[in-house]
T-cell receptor, first 114, second 114 residues
Framework: KAGVTQTPRYLIKTRGQQVTLSCSPISGHRSVSWYQQTPGQGLQFLFEYFSETQRNKGNFPGRFSGRQFSNSRSEMNVSTLELGDSALYLC?????????????FGPGTRLTVL | AQKITQTQPGMFVQEKEAVTLDCTYDTSDPSYGLFWYKQPSSGEMIFLIYQGSYDQQNATEGRYSLNFQKARKSANLVISASQLGDSAMYFCAIRTQGAQKLVFGQGTRLTINP
């Protein structure tokens, strides 16, 4: 079974631009979560989607948004990029999103904002 | 709110030795799952092992085992017979019932010396 895939793997943007990251979950997984990883803040939860509905959102500004499609693929969008948005963005999928449900991560998208 | 504490920022171990990575957690939820992930320099988070709060026995997966002490709120990862390829960042994480997110610790950087 194929793992979680994320595209693109690397992105370089300038301040003020917007960016869209894509995530394809493991086949059959309906829950997709997004995390931001930075050296200073560590791994922080952005949001989680299940069956096209956002069930939980982390403490990030409204510039960060996401969505999930009927095939469980997910996208996240960051508008009006700031230097502090430079990070590794990780997507994870799981079957149903419960506390016993293992999240499997993709390789990440490394975003650099200049 | 949930919290994970990993008190060892870095560890250096000789190849073939066993190593224990510490993890303590804090939650008031009686139902939760504890996870360990490995992150090599490539960035991808690799799932290693899971322990449920109601599990009676400590989890094991190949060379990985989890020393789960519920009363002490401790979930230490034990790697037996370490290998050079074990050099990576290791993260402990918790997920509680009803919460769709993983809460991560700050991680431990493990270096295996030949």
């Amino acid at each position: 079974k194929a793992g979680v895939t994320q595209t693109p793997r690397y992105l370089i943007k300038t301040r003020g631009q917007q960016v869209t990251l894509s995530c394809s979950p493991i086949s059959g997984h309906r829950s997709v979560s997004w995390y931001q990883q930075t050296p200073g803040q560590g791994l922080q939860f952005l949001f989680e989607y299940f069956s096209e509905t956002q069930r939980n959102k982390g403490n990030f500004p409204g510039r960060f948004s996401g969505r999930q499609f009927s095939n469980s693929r997910s996208e996240m969008n960051v508008s009006t990029l700031e230097l502090g948005d430079s990070a590794l963005y990780l997507c994870a999928s799981s079957s149903f999103g419960g506390d016993t449900d293992t999240q499997y991560f993709g390789p990440g998208t490394r975003l650099t904002v200049l | 709110a949930q919290k994970i504490t990993q008190t060892q920022p870095g560890m250096f171990v000789q190849e073939k030795e066993a190593v224990t990575l510490d993890c303590t957690y804090d939650t008031s939820d009686p139902s939760y799952g504890l996870f360990w992930y490995k992150q090599p320099s490539s960035g991808e988070m690799i799932f290693l092992i899971y322990q449920g709060s109601y599990d009676q026995q400590n989890a094991t997966e190949g060379r990985y085992s989890l020393n789960f002490q519920k009363a002490r709120k401790s979930a230490n990862l034990v790697i037996s017979a370490s290998q050079l390829g074990d050099s990576a960042m290791y993260f402990c994480a918790i997920r509680t019932q009803g919460a769709q997110k993983l809460v991560f610790g700050q991680g431990t950087r493990l270096t295996i010396n030949p």
